[in-house]
């Protein structure tokens, strides 16, 4: 599967300005991000926020986080785990569907799961 092409369909379907498939350790696989934004930056702190949740849920021995929405004034950016070495991320704008840009994303990461 190409993840490029399946990043910049996001933009399509639910109006992401920025999509990546990354490592669990923060690396990066493939993104789909506007110029300027550092993506070995942007990589680790996705990593580090959906680590971190998972760590809070063990401590609670609550199951492991299915994925990690944070708000902003404007944007809104969903970090879903792919198995059991990748997640991804996508930024969405406030008034997008977040509802249809979890499904998506959600979706990708089943597909990624079985590569």
Request: charged content about 20%; some cysteine.
């Amino acid at each position: 599967m190409e993840l490029k092409p399946a990043l910049r369909a996001l933009r399509q379907s639910c109006g992401a300005v920025a999509s990546a498939v990354i490592s669990r350790d923060g690396l990066v696989i493939a993104g789909d991000v506007p110029e300027g934004v550092s993506m070995e930056t942007f990589s680790i702190m996705c990593a580090t926020l959906l680590g971190a949740a998972s760590t809070a849920n063990s401590e609670l021995r609550v199951g492991s986080p299915l994925h990690v929405t944070v708000e902003s004034e404007d944007a809104r950016m969903i970090v879903v785990g792919a198995g059991r070495k990748a997640l991804i991320v996508t930024v969405i704008p406030k008034k997008a569907d977040t509802g249809m840009a979890l499904k998506k994303v959600s979706e990708l990461a089943e597909t990624i799961k079985m590569i």
